[in-house]
């Protein structure tokens, strides 16, 4: 491995990472387009400027951790090709790690969308 010689290879280096993952990684995907509806649906409920930003924070939150996830596998795939409890075990962790991340965005959606929702339908 080299390192980048230029920032426009550092940034293709990157965007090469982020089409690996979409390509190769299911719950990349699900976890990008639903980010992409969750985006619209704020858009539909006019949510503030601060909550927009808060939700794009979650959402890069969700696609980076899974970004870090695929990485820890790849890493414990590559040093360990037979079973190893301990593989498991790091393994486990990093996707729990995702998990959570992903239900504490849930969670602050859920408080972001309720009140919205609730205005909407009692107009």
């Known amino acids: 491995m080299r390192k ?15 089409c690996h993952c979409f390509a190769h990684e299911r719950n990349f995907r699900i976890h990008l387009v639903t980010g992409v509806a ?19 924070l979650l959402i890069a939150v969700v696609i980076a951790s899974e970004m870090f996830n ?20 790091i393994k486990d962790v990093a996707a729990g790690a995702v998990f959570f991340v992903c239900i504490t965005a849930v969670l602050i959606g859920v408080v972001i969308f309720v009140p919205h929702l609730h205005q909407l339908l009692i107009r």
Do not use: N, Q
């Open 38 to 56: 969750v985006l619209f649906v704020a858009l539909f409920l006019d949510v503030s400027l601060a909550e927009f930003a808060l939700l794009l």
């Open 70 to 89: 695929t990485a820890i596998e790849t890493i414990i795939d590559l040093i360990s090709p037979e079973y190893h409890p301990l593989a498991k075990v």
């Open 4 to 18: 980048a010689k230029s920032l426009k290879e550092s940034f293709s280096f990157a965007w090469r990472g982020f």
